[in-house]
């Protein structure tokens, strides 16, 4: 049983486990967000008496925010005060006992080439530990010669009671009275990381593509987790970056606690997307894992082609500059699909990077056509996701003519656009033009209709056969007026 010794360290989760007096908080817990952080909430057994109770634990991780930690009884029926609470993440190490005995002789295991051993006296001069995780070169006094390096294994007198072996929380807690309870431990930690992968195949021919969604989870928190229930945050939570730390104890925090095969879920949570895995997952230190939470296999989608090579903008301010640079002739490939329930989805997608692939006939392997990221994505929402430029198609951007008034009071600027499908079957373009000189524009003489996009960008949508060319003009006349 947990007595209340004056100090009493909760080593091991597995002597943990036949502790408990119930398990509805046994497993641990995992919160995971975008943002590299996750909430950990863990079991505890406690056994008040009737005072103050020292009780510590070493299963946080190494990258617990020591100001988040919050420890309360779940069921709200104990009262009790966390009158201190301390954080020590100095474990030790063998660097760290070297400086711990600087300025004293110690005694070092040296192997001889014959396989014997010398047990020699050396004093330690300077360790070579530096807070922080930098190292200095050690010096070690052997008699009367110094040497940057340690002459063997160096063997050291007994740990002191003030050594622990891993990062450690402990608390000094008030109760009125004796208890014994399941209280739960929630703290914010670094190290943990999930994100998205779509992998979306279609047919050599055809658009009707299947859409299967992957979370991988990541933990590099320097502790691991068996059997943890865990849920996933999608969205952009604002995390104030904590400040570096000493590795020394922290302190104060005070606290009067008087009750405060299945599917991924999803819901609505605040204002993100909270998912729920459907059954317990062992996540190691330095380990990821895959698991699915999406899957469609009839999505209506379609190939996008468009050319864009302007990339000026309209900045507010008036320009009269004749342009003759070269534009680009890449014209780039798109997939989109609407993310709606019609179209077999209708469900958040959250940020992470899409995989496009097409199955070949000829042998049925998935070979991969391009890849990109995409945002979080409501429901009832386009999904672009930008694969590539075609081969076989080409745009080419001229200027054909520039006049501006002496008063600069309108300009008045000539544009051929040729489009070239060298494949073998029909292609529609997007053609997409900034009107970037000035806000007050008028299009003349389009040889096609367009489309406004916004005050500053309009669009033509270009059918090109096969193996030809196709030109579109216009002319943009801005006025200061």
Known sequence: MLTSLTSFKLMKKSYLLPLLASQAFANPGLTIYNQGIAV???TIPLNLKAGVTEVSFDQATAQVRPDSVVLRDPSGKIAFSVLE?????DPVSQSLLLQHFEGKEITFKRQNQDGTFDLIKGEIVRSGYVPGGRH??????????????????????????????????????????????????????GGFSWEATYNVIAPEKGETVTINGWVTLSNKSGTAFRDATVKLVAGDVNVNRPQPMMMSSASSFSKRSKGEGKKVTEKSFDDFHLYGLPRPLTLRDQESKQV???GSSKVKAKKVYLYAPVRHRFYGGWNVNPMTQEYSKDVVTSWEFKNSKENGLGVPFPAGTMR???????????????????????????????????????????????????????????FEITLTNRSEEEKTITIREPLWRWSNCKIEKPSMEFTKINANTIEFKVVVPADSKKTVTYTAYYSAN
């Open 136 to 189: 200095q070169s050690p010096i070690i006094k052997i008699g009367s010669q110094m040497q940057f390096s340690l002459p063997g294994e160096p063997l050291f007198p007994a740990l002191g009671n003030d050594s622990i072996l891993r990062p450690t929380l402990n608390w000094q807690i008030d109760s009125d009275a004796e208890a014994k309870f399941d209280a739960q431990l929630s703290y914010m930690s």
């Open 356 to 414: 496009f692939y097409r199955s070949d006939e000829a042998d049925g392997n998935l070979e991969f056509v391009g890849e990109n990221k995409i945002k979080h994505t409501p429901k009832n929402e386009i999904i672009s996701v930008q694969t590539g430029t075609a081969f076989d198609l080409l745009g080419e951007h001229k200027t054909t003519d520039f006049k501006a008034s002496s008063d600069k009071k309108w300009a008045r600027e000539s």
């Open 40 to 42: 950990v909430r863990e």
């Open 292 to 294: 699915e939470f999406l």
């Open 85 to 89: 609470q301390g954080y020590r993440n």
